[in-house]
């Protein structure tokens, strides 16, 4: 097996793992956390040459700490909840009960996803926690392991994984059925939560403001569905959904990349945003600008619902899933809600989502007329 494959088998269980996390946290049933402590000691001591082991087992009274390696004076939480007051709480923890004074360093491994903390540092002069190099989540210990030269080392992990996670290596990514590659489409994208990012967030403010949380879920997901698309192309009844998921997926990559050169950045609330900056503009020219600028990104937010619920329909049409609601999209904040689609005139032309280019100029001809 070479290190291409390697990667993706090592992808496809880790993201198994953290799905059942999150389903099973959602429905809190929190048992799986506890057998997750396990799995990960075995998996950190592969990834990072550690000799943890599970504190829980050796002293229940060890708050803070999960996994522990004496020799290497290294600690870990191990943990499904992102909160800033579920970190502070750890941190408090391990200072109170001195467990600075037998480890080094208490590492945080959030076994969804972390959070971006606003606060650099947590604790007091005895021992101080770094919200940004002490906290981990499943991507980085991808990130860890696929950066790893060493072919021998994968493909241990390769082999501890397929003995921990038998079932998630039967039913990984090359065996999901249709109706599961929408289902992991469902996870990652989370349209219930897209009216919200793409109506209520960006344009009912002043400038332009846009959720980094919602850019990183994005990239996140791009980072991902390439796999799931690559094992089933030759499934001629995936067909119409992964040419749905790409058109999706294209939207996707023209959206962040048009907010991510929005590079002027503030924090308001719990969110990132972003601005359009227009101080290099004469003063008559920036209200056009600005209108400009949020005519695109609004745009691309509703070829982003749009390509959304496409994918939707498929499911409501063809799938054997339970049938799912299509998303709103709100030109203004008193504006009528309506659940675009693409229509007749879309699917003749061949190519649903017209790319950036088009939507750009289209924008620009209104906001500036026909001498653009």
Avoid at 156 to 167: A, G, H, Q, R
Avoid at 180 to 193: A, L, M, Q, T
Avoid at 199 to 207: E, I, R, S, T, V
Avoid at 317 to 329: A, D, E, K
């Amino acid at each position: 097996m070479n290190r291409l494959n390697y990667h993706k088998e090592i992808i496809a269980a880790l993201a198994w793992l953290k799905a059942q996390v999150e389903i099973h946290n959602g429905m809190a049933l929190t048992d799986i956390n506890h057998g997750a402590e396990d799995f990960y000691c075995g998996l950190l001591n592969l990834i990072y040459g550690l000799k943890l082991k599970n504190i829980n087992i050796i002293n229940n009274n060890a708050a803070a700490i999960d996994l522990g390696d004496s020799q290497s004076r290294v600690a870990f939480q191990v943990t499904s909840t992102s909160a800033l007051t579920k970190t502070k709480h750890t941190v408090d923890k391990f200072i109170e009960k001195g467990l600075y004074k037998n480890y080094d360093r208490l590492i945080i491994l959030n076994i969804v996803s972390k959070s971006n903390h606003r606060i650099a540092k947590i604790g007091t002069a005895e021992y101080e926690f770094d919200t940004k190099s002490d906290m981990l989540d499943v991507a980085d210990l991808v990130r860890e392991i696929v950066n790893n030269s060493d072919l021998s080392k994968l493909k241990t992990i390769v082999d501890f994984l397929d003995s921990e996670l038998f079932y998630a290596r039967n039913t990984s990514s090359r065996d999901l059925s249709t109706s599961r590659i929408y289902r992991f489409w469902c996870d990652k994208i989370d349209p219930s939560n897209l009216v919200y990012y793409c109506c209520f967030l960006p344009f009912f403010y002043y400038d332009v403001r846009i959720s980094e949380q919602f850019l990183l879920r994005i990239q996140s997901y791009l980072s991902q569905v390439e796999w799931i698309i690559e094992d089933h192309e030759n499934d001629i009844n995936s067909t119409a959904l992964i040419s749905a998921i790409r058109n999706f997926n294209s939207v996707c990559r023209d959206l962040v990349t048009i907010c991510c050169l929005h590079e002027n950045k503030y924090i308001e609330g719990d969110e990132y945003a972003y601005w359009v900056s227009c101080q290099h503009l004469d003063y008559f020219q920036r209200e056009k600008y600005i209108s400009y600028r949020k005519g695109v990104l609004q745009s691309l937010f509703y070829q982003l619902i749009k390509a959304a619920n496409h994918i939707i329909s498929l499911n409501n049409r063809v799938l054997n899933g339970s049938p799912q609601m299509y998303i709103q999209f709100k030109q203004d904040e008193d504006g009528v809600e309506y659940f675009p689609g693409y229509d007749e005139r879309d699917f003749s032309c061949g190519k649903l989502y017209p790319g950036y280019c088009e939507v750009d100029y289209a924008i620009r001809r209104q906001i500036y007329g026909d001498g653009v």
